[in-house]
């Protein structure tokens, strides 16, 4: 588990982090944030190289800040190449394994290849990898000795789409087994898939925590937008624009597009609608509960 108390980072005059406080557990998390929003800066922290200026940080219950043997426990995949470009990939992740001072160093980097399909180039040199290649031995490294906490960087950068497949399938099974997995990503589409728990952070606060889903729920200053086809969208567009918390509908070849203030009445309200009216309900999609969505109307507000 990593815990934030109140935590702030700051470079003379200026805050990259402002008094976070969160907890992340078993699972993948997705940490989401403009440019500059500082995420970096906490996740430099979380793996030990930055010391917080004002508050705690641990890491399965130890502080991150000089504590080498933190490490023992936790792996990290930068955003640049931090990789010696001369070795073999194989010969990168075994010496990642052998620092980590594995009983068995071969087997281990032989797993680890295995896990992230890098077996087949294992033998060539770095020098000549691709970049999603690249990504790809470097989450090998990471993962040699096993950790409890993974901390990735925009892994996904360079990945051909079944590249991208494989590594959030990976990552998705390792949440599983109950590691902690934290994902700094702008790509919000793959987050999206890998998780629907998310940290956001804006101007080095933390603007939101929790699934996005529920986030989005209690934006209740925004009406939310549904889609929705029925057998007669007439007669159930009349009967919708009667209801109180029913803001405006539109009747659009595809079917309505209904904003309400209130999702749960809503939802609950539509359905004795349909059989008051004798109308077929066929299709009810809540069209901007997407994780592209929220986090547009995070960083917007």
Same mark, same amino acid.
């Given at each position: 588990?990593? $815990?934030?108390?109140?935590?702030?980072?700051?470079?003379?005059?200026?805050?990259?982090?402002?008094?976070?406080?969160?907890?992340?557990?078993?699972?993948?998390?997705?940490?989401?944030?403009?440019?500059?929003?500082?995420?970096?800066?906490?996740?430099?922290?979380?793996?030990?190289?930055?010391?917080?200026?004002?508050?705690?940080?641990?890491?399965?219950?130890?502080?991150?800040?000089?504590?080498?043997?933190?490490?023992?426990?936790?792996?990290?995949?930068?955003?640049?190449?931090?990789?010696?470009?001369?070795?073999?990939? $194989? $010969?990168?992740?075994?010496?990642?394994?052998?620092?980590?001072?594995?009983?068995?160093?071969?087997?281990?980097?032989?797993?680890?290849?295995?896990?992230?399909?890098?077996?087949?180039?294992?033998?060539?040199?770095?020098?000549?990898?691709?970049?999603?290649?690249?990504?790809?031995?470097?989450?090998?490294?990471?993962?040699?000795?096993?950790?409890?906490?993974?901390?990735?960087?925009?892994?996904?950068?360079?990945?051909?789409?079944?590249?991208?497949?494989?590594?959030?399938?990976?990552?998705?099974?390792?949440?599983?087994?109950?590691?902690?997995?934290?994902?700094?990503?702008?790509?919000?589409?793959?987050?999206?898939?890998?998780?629907?728990?998310?940290?956001?952070?804006?101007?080095?606060?933390?603007?939101?925590?929790?699934?996005?889903?529920?986030?989005?729920?209690?934006?209740?200053?925004?009406?939310?937008?549904?889609?929705?086809?029925?057998?007669?969208?007439?007669?159930?567009?009349?009967?919708?624009?009667?209801?109180?918390?029913?803001?405006?509908?539109?009747?659009?070849?595809?079917?309505?597009?209904?904003?309400?203030?209130?999702?749960?009445?809503?939802?609950?309200?539509?359905?004795?609608?349909?059989?008051?009216?004798?109308?077929?309900?066929?299709?009810?999609?809540?069209?901007?509960?997407?994780?592209?969505?929220?986090?547009?109307?995070?960083?917007?507000?």
């Amino acid at each position: 588990m990593i $815990e934030l108390r109140d935590v702030s980072c700051w470079y003379g005059n200026v805050v990259a982090v402002n008094g976070i406080s969160m907890t992340i557990g078993p699972g993948v998390t997705g940490l989401l944030g403009p440019n500059g929003a500082g995420k970096s800066t906490l996740l430099h922290m979380i793996s030990g190289f930055l010391e917080p200026s004002r508050g705690t940080l641990t890491v399965c219950g130890e502080p991150a800040w000089r504590n080498p043997g933190i490490y023992a426990k936790l792996g990290l995949v930068p955003e640049r190449d931090s990789v010696y470009q001369f070795l073999t990939g $194989e $010969e990168f992740v075994r010496s990642t394994a052998k620092l980590h001072k594995l009983p068995d160093p071969d087997a281990a980097t032989r797993n680890a290849l295995a896990m992230t399909e890098m077996a087949g180039a294992a033998d060539r040199k770095i020098s000549t990898y691709s970049k999603g290649m690249r990504q790809r031995i470097k989450v090998a490294a990471a993962l040699v000795h096993d950790p409890e906490v993974l901390l990735l960087d925009e892994p996904f950068n360079g990945m051909d789409p079944r590249q991208r497949l494989h590594m959030m399938e990976l990552l998705a099974k390792l949440g599983t087994a109950g590691r902690v997995v934290l994902v700094s990503s702008h790509i919000l589409e793959e987050v999206e898939r890998l998780s629907g728990t998310i940290q956001v952070l804006v101007a080095g606060r933390l603007a939101a925590s929790g699934d996005f889903r529920a986030i989005r729920r209690l934006m209740t200053a925004r009406p939310h937008l549904f889609t929705v086809r029925t057998s007669s969208d007439r007669v159930l567009a009349a009967a919708l624009i009667a209801e109180p918390f029913v803001s405006s509908v539109s009747i659009e070849p595809d079917g309505l597009r209904v904003h309400t203030t209130d999702f749960g009445a809503f939802c609950q309200r539509i359905a004795s609608l349909t059989r008051e009216h004798e109308v077929q309900l066929r299709e009810l999609i809540p069209s901007d509960e997407s994780l592209e969505s929220v986090f547009g109307y995070l960083i917007g507000g």
